[in-house]
């Protein structure tokens, strides 16, 4: 029998906040379905930047501007320092 194995290299990067989007392409077509049939709940993983969670929620108002019963985002954090940022922009001014 014939047997293949493939390489997959990944690189971690525990101490570094890459300044990249957490959706890829292929996401954001699968939000735009997902808002189209009216989901409750949309979760984002590889949440790195509190800017991940603002563009989540600015592309649900792009893909529903009428604003009609928005999802709640469930986000997977992946770094502490998102955890701080979120709080420092939750706190009342």
């Known amino acids: 029998p014939h047997t293949s194995s ?9 101490d570094s906040i890459l300044q990249i989007s957490c959706l890829t392409p292929k996401d954001r077509v699968d939000l735009e379905y997902m808002l189209g049939i009216g989901v409750d709940w949309i979760a984002l993983s590889f949440v790195q930047r509190p800017e991940d969670i603002v563009e989540i929620k600015r592309l649900i108002m792009e893909y ?24 420092l922009k939750l706190l009342p001014k």
């Not at 493939?6 to 525990?14: A, C, E, F, G, S």
């Open 6 to 14: 493939t390489t997959q290299l990944t690189v971690n990067t525990p």
């Open 64 to 87: 529903n501007p009428q604003n009609m019963c928005p999802p709640h985002v469930m986000a997977k954090i992946e770094k502490p320092s998102v955890s701080d940022a979120l709080i």
